[in-house]
């Protein structure tokens, strides 16, 4: 009982060091990771060892695919690509179905773009089609919301998945991870997008601010310039998952690929780097101006800033885990957790916890995944499927619930003029019913796959 108050005792800190305190989770997690080992009392001279052990082996298999697939979303949020697909997705839904449309756009738009860019470069867009299809913009605010939520917490290249994956010994498999992923972000954003027709006879309830002015959504995109075209808006982050896909497929044990050069070739360019790198090299060509490569070392160099903290967390998350695995509590809780029959629940309820507590969906998927790695065998999940299942119930709590301590919540509330208990009734809400649907759906997955 000891072993379990003492891992309680742990989360408590990160919850409240990172709430209460705001200090950085990548502190948090290490500072944990080395009270975790003196409190398990691991041989004293192979703590430090374990920890570094930990932060390279993480970010050795997963840390250059975070770079890269931060640098690609970049380039796509600085050129308008997210205009160009948001506009294409308009065209191919037409004005019928308008929170359908902005679900839409918010789901592929997060692959590339983090949640929060994209909604406020989609805002104005939205409040165009909302005053367009006379559509209440509260309804098409959570719309949006919800779709860029649920690709955010499911589906790699985004951060956050690839780093729970990671966590979990699935970085060479992450065509699995993707095509689950995709099927179980579709469900969570079907979910929010019918909360956010309960809201369609809703308007925002403040006023507009100089702070907060919605530019017109003609405006929005002069501002941009030449709009890249729809084939190069989309292929550098879709043609890198179809690599990863293919790759994925091609190493099945039935080899549907055979094992000559074609095999050969597959799974070279479905690995996540090399993927992705084939992605970096398209999005060149989304680049405007003469001097071309200096402003490609602009967008890396504006990538290294942005995917640097997601990286050191992701590494501090990594030590963590190690510590975890070399303690003695991962087979005693996994025991216990075994016997009450919770299975795939139990990432979830902790995710949950940890995402409601202190804000960050990032910092719940590697904490948590760091978390649950070692008690895979004893929770019936350690084969390749149960380890897909608990990165996506880990991504359903990740998103369980969004509300004031969370940065997007405030995006989407003061961008679409909500007051805060709007805001908690519309938004809030949503991403309660994604999480819980999602959460569902992954159990069900469970019984059909495991």
């Known amino acids: 009982m000891s072993l379990v108050l003492i891992l309680i005792a742990i989360i408590i800190f990160i919850v409240i060091a990172t709430s209460k305190f705001k200090l950085h989770p990548f502190l948090t997690l ?18 430090t060892a374990t920890i570094t052990g930990g932060v390279g082996g993480l970010l050795g298999q997963i840390g250059l695919v975070i770079v890269i697939g931060t640098i690609i979303g970049t380039v796509l949020e600085k050129s308008g690509a997210a205009i160009t697909m948001a506009e294409f997705i308009i065209k191919l839904l037409g004005d019928r179905f308008p929170t359908l449309t902005m679900s839409l756009i918010g789901y592929i738009v997060s692959v590339p773009v983090f949640c929060d860019s994209g909604f406020v470069i989609l805002n104005s867009l939205k409040e165009s089609m909302a005053q367009k299809m006379k559509t209440s913009p509260v ?10 939520y649920a690709t955010h917490t499911f589906v790699p290249p985004t951060p956050g998945p690839i780093a729970a994956a990671g966590n979990l010994g699935l970085q060479d498999n992450l065509g699995l991870v993707i095509i689950i992923g995709v099927f179980v972000a579709a469900t969570a954003a079907i979910s929010g997008m019918l909360w956010a027709n309960r809201f369609s006879k809703v308007e925002p309830d403040l006023e507009e601010t100089a702070e907060h002015h919605i530019p017109d959504s003609d405006e929005v995109r002069a501002s941009y310039g030449e709009l890249p075209s729809t084939f190069m808006a989309f292929a550098p982050i879709m043609i890198p998952i179809l690599l990863i896909c293919l790759g ?36 060149f060509g989304l680049l405007k101006g003469e001097n071309k490569i200096i402003l490609f070392s602009e967008r890396i160099a504006q990538g290294l800033t942005a995917a640097a903290p997601i990286l050191l967390i992701t590494g501090a998350g990594g030590a963590f885990g190690a510590v975890l695995k ?14 009450l029959g919770i299975g795939v629940f139990m990432p979830f309820i902790v995710a949950a916890a940890l995402k409601s507590a202190q804000g960050s969906s990032t910092v719940a998927l590697v904490t948590t995944s ?33 509300h004031a301590n969370d940065s997007f919540f405030w995006v989407v509330s003061q961008f679409s003029r909500m007051s805060v208990s709007l805001a908690y009734r519309a938004h809030t809400m949503a ?20």
């Open 30 to 47: 290490l500072i944990a990771a080395f009270l975790t080992a003196f409190a398990y009392q691991l041989p004293i001279n192979s703590i």
């Open 139 to 148: 309804a098409m605010s959570v719309a949006l919301a919800t779709g860029l």
């Open 248 to 283: 994925s497929i091609a190493n099945l044990p039935s080899r549907p690929f055979a094992e000559g050069s074609l095999y050969s070739l597959f799974v070279f360019l479905g690995n996540p780097l090399n993927a992705l790198l084939v992605g970096l090299l398209i999005s």
């Open 326 to 339: 070399a303690a003695p509590i991962g087979s005693y809780l996994g025991e216990t957790l075994s016997a």
């Open 370 to 402: 760091a978390l649950v790695a070692p008690l895979l065998p004893e929770l019936g999940l350690a084969t390749q499927m149960g380890r897909v299942l608990t990165v996506m119930a880990i991504g359903a709590g990740a998103m369980t619930v969004s």
């Open 431 to 450: 991403t309660l019913i994604q999480g819980v649907v999602a959460m569902l759906l992954t159990y069900v997955l469970s019984l059909i796959l495991l």
